[in-house]
Each structure stands twice: as C-alpha cells, then as structure tokens.
C-alpha cells in the first residue's frame, strides 16, 4: 500500500539481497510487490544481486518468473566471478527489448560473450559457483564464531546471503567513531551511516563487514583487531 501511494509505475529491488542491510525479501513480501506491479500496470527491475550466495536455504528463484511480462531480471559476473569482466545480462519482455539501449555496447565483446557460453554449457559456471558458495558459507561461519568470541552480545544481521554482514554496536558508539577506531587497527569498515540516503533517515548505529575479499587465514585476527578498535572507544 505504501508503493500505491506513490503513484510509481516502476520500482528497482534486489529481492535476492539488499545492500547494505542485507535482507532478503519474506515469501509474503515477494508475491505483494508482483500484485502491485500488475494492479499499476508497472515494471519490476528486479537486480538479481548475490542470488548465488545464499547461503540459509537453497538459492531462491528469481521473482521474474512470476510475472515474466513485467519483470526485467539483470544480473552480471561482478560477484561471481570478477567485477573486471564487465559481463551481464537483461531478461526482459520483448515489449521493452526494442527501447532498452546498452548502457556500453562495446563491452563485453563478442570474444568474450562467447568464451561465457561456453563455460555456462560445459557446466563449469554452476561448478564454479557451487565451490564459491561453500567457500564463503566456511568464511561467513568463522567471521560469525570469531564475532561471537571477541564481540560477544553484539547483533549480526544480513547474513542469509551476500559477502557482507552488519554488525550493530554497544550502546553510545557511533558508527563513524568505530570505522575510524578499526581503520588505526588496520582493518578497513565500512559505516552504516554512510549509505543513508539523507542524514534525517533513520538508521541504528552499525557497521558493514565486507568478507568477500578477505582472506581466510586472516579472519580470526581481522575480527580481534576490530574488537580491540571498539573496545578503544569504550
Ligand atoms: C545492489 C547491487 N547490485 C549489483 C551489483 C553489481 O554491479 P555490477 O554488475 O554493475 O558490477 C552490486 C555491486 O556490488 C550491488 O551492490
């Protein structure tokens, strides 16, 4: 009800994934924004984002699928397998096909379009992404256990999916103050506040923990030096 009074007629959602909170949209959820669609005539953009790394239950289908005549899924190779391959993909009603320009119709070349096919036939994509999705389900379970070791009682959220978690804070420390803190320990954070759209929307003071990019060998000491920024400030 709230999106009908908008008047809106199309809405950009990351149902597989939102960052930086990291939810993931309830059942409920996904079949209301598809009813909204249809009663206002409107178009889903639905960013299929981190669909492959769910990691609380099997990958959940994409909701264009429900509603294949006004969802446009989108979806790229940044997250599984490098941002450098520039590659991804629009599925989308041949309604809009004709008046959708590429945004670079350049990249990625045809090479390159090819070489992708043909690792998504072999079968070596989907082998790809069942490895990595156990690799990042090992690394989220010991960031968790390290934060439950060195944090203990702080809240972890956004975690069902993605390669980030949001990590609240002890009461009267400011997110800001805590990235700083952790960036004079050598890790590098980032502040919920940060991503606010304007500084009157509300937020809780937390933090976002990227783990894509970290190393495994480097969890546990990445964890206890944040500990000890935090700790700093107390
Ligand atoms: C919400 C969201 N969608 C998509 C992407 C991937 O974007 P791109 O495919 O342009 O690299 C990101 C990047 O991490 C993102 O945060």
Redesign the pocket.
Known sequence: SAAARTGARAALI?PAH??PLGAALAPGRRDAIVRWARAHDAVLIE?D?DAEFRYDRRPVAALQGLAPERIVLIG?L??SMA?GFGL?WAVMPSSLRERVRLADTARPSTIEQAALAAFIESGDLERHLRAARGRFRRRRTVLLEAIARELPGLPVTGIAAGMHAVLGLPPGIRATDAAAAAARYDVAVSDLTRYRVSASAGTTESLVLGYGNLSDALVDESVARLAAGIRSLA
């Open positions: 990351t939102q960052f960013d984002y790229s940044s997250k941002p991804g």
